[in-house]
């Protein structure tokens, strides 16, 4: 749910995309996106395959540059720093440092499968935000068994399940304390019976107030946990608003035309 600071007014985006635009060679994937994402708030992207939502979230957080447009995450300009009223490009080291800042659960889980999963939890703050192991064990042990896995600290990628594997890297990535999560399909590569895990962990984050952009096929998901829903198809984002408005009620033909597609 969206919140207000004390004087009742609303804060500014913690995420703010403006105008990006991308293409690969002559395939202009995104056109002109925008989006403003508040504390609080869980906005799910939905929309056909190849309508440019991964491409779009991996802007958002700079694992792909765009070629034109701003992100700007908790009011900083991603990948630049701002000296002398200019922006100027930061090193991977400080990419990398900002990128912790806006949490990416995989499709793929992207687990490291030499460490346990204690290990990949820790490995962030310890080696990138250089915090005590001692008390980055305490965390990464209380982050597992918020997400179910309190039994399984020990065990290696290898030895779990996906379910158990994407909530790993759920708690991965809540460890660097981020601004906000991203979700880049998280359970399209789960068997249909650990879907359910999954999203139940997703959906009681979402209840703490963690804020959340949500790429995802699983429109009933959406309905439950979303504050607002986007709509994305050819590049660009078609409609967007409240569960209601766009679940329920959609004002564009090709949402309509979308929604009986992926619900019959
Ligand atoms: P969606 O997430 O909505 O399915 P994507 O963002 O994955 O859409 O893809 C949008 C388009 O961009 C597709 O046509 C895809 O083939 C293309 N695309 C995505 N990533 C790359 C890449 N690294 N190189 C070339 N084309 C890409």
Redesign the pocket.
């Known amino acids: 749910m969206t919140t207000t600071d004390q004087a009742g007014a609303r804060p500014g985006p913690v995420l703010e995309a403006i105008s990006i635009t991308k293409s ?1 060679g002559h ?1 202009t ?1 995104l056109r002109d996106v925008s989006l403003e994402v508040f504390p609080g708030e869980v906005v799910c992207i939905i ?1 056909p ?7 779009f979230l991996r802007t958002l957080n700079r694992l792909e540059a765009p070629d034109s447009g701003e992100v700007w995450v908790g009011g900083m300009p991603m990948g630049f720093q701002l000296r002398a009223g200019r922006l100027h490009e930061l090193n991977e080291r400080k990419l990398s440092a900002q990128r912790a800042q806006t949490g990416m659960v995989f499709q793929h889980f992207n687990l490291f499968p030499h460490l346990t999963a204690l290990g990949n939890v820790m490995e962030g703050p310890v080696q990138v935000q250089r915090r005590s192991s001692r008390e980055a064990r305490g965390e990464a042990v209380a982050l597992l068994e918020r997400v179910g896995l309190g039994d399984k600290v020990d065990h290696y990628p290898g030895q779990l399940s996906g379910g158990q594997r994407q909530r790993v890297a759920i708690a991965r990535a809540v460890a660097m304390k981020p601004l906000f999560l991203l979700f880049d399909e998280p359970t399209s590569a789960l068997d249909p019976e650990l879907v359910g895990e999954v999203l139940t962990v997703m959906a009681d984050l979402a209840r703490e107030g963690m804020t959340m952009l949500v ?1 995802t096929h699983e429109i009933a998901f959406a309905r439950q946990v979303a504050d607002r829903v986007v709509f ?1 198809a050819d590049g660009g984002i078609v409609e967007q608003g409240p569960v209601e408005q766009v679940l329920e009620n959609p004002q564009e033909a090709r949402t309509r035309q979308f929604l009986q597609r992926v619900l019959e």
């Open positions: 690969y395939n994937v929309g395959s190849g309508a440019g939502k991964s491409t790429v994305m």
